[in-house]
């Protein structure tokens, strides 16, 4: 069992940039693909970045390439989602999720993650 939770999350305008963290539970961090996820109202839980278990490997959405980045501290259990030059389109509940059974590198699909946190709301303003 693992247990996420996500904080760092708030409320910000246009241009300004965000911290999301996610604090995992367990001893076997370090072997899980983890993801950054994110769900506006009435939209569907869309990919936003991916990075493997060592932390070489990332991936990410094109709508957020080169403004985001992933990175992940396996000694702390702790995965961060920095996120720069930020619009009002990144509004939403951002996820993060935990894949413990991965053959690939990265974890690009939602329904391949075992678990997920409950979420934190950005919200930025034009």
């Known amino acids: 069992q693992v247990q996420l939770v996500e904080s760092g999350g708030g409320l910000v305008q246009a241009g300004d940039s965000l911290r999301l963290s996610c604090a995992a539970s367990g001893r076997t961090f370090s072997n899980y693909n983890m993801g950054w996820f994110r769900q506006a109202p009435g939209k569907e839980r869309e990919f936003v970045a991916a990075?493997?278990?060592?932390?070489?490997?990332?991936y990410y959405a094109n709508s957020v390439k080169g403004r985001f980045t992933i990175a992940r501290d396996n000694a702390k259990n702790m995965v961060h989602l920095q996120m720069n030059s930020l619009k009002p389109e990144d509004t939403a509940v951002y996820y993060c999720?935990?894949?413990?059974?991965?053959?690939?590198?990265?974890?690009?699909?939602?329904?391949?993650?075992?678990?997920w946190g409950q979420g934190t709301q950005v919200t930025v303003n034009s």
């Open positions: 999720a935990a894949d413990r059974h991965h053959i690939m590198s990265v974890t690009l699909t939602r329904g391949e993650y075992d678990y």
């Open positions: 990075i493997g278990r060592s932390g070489s490997s990332t």
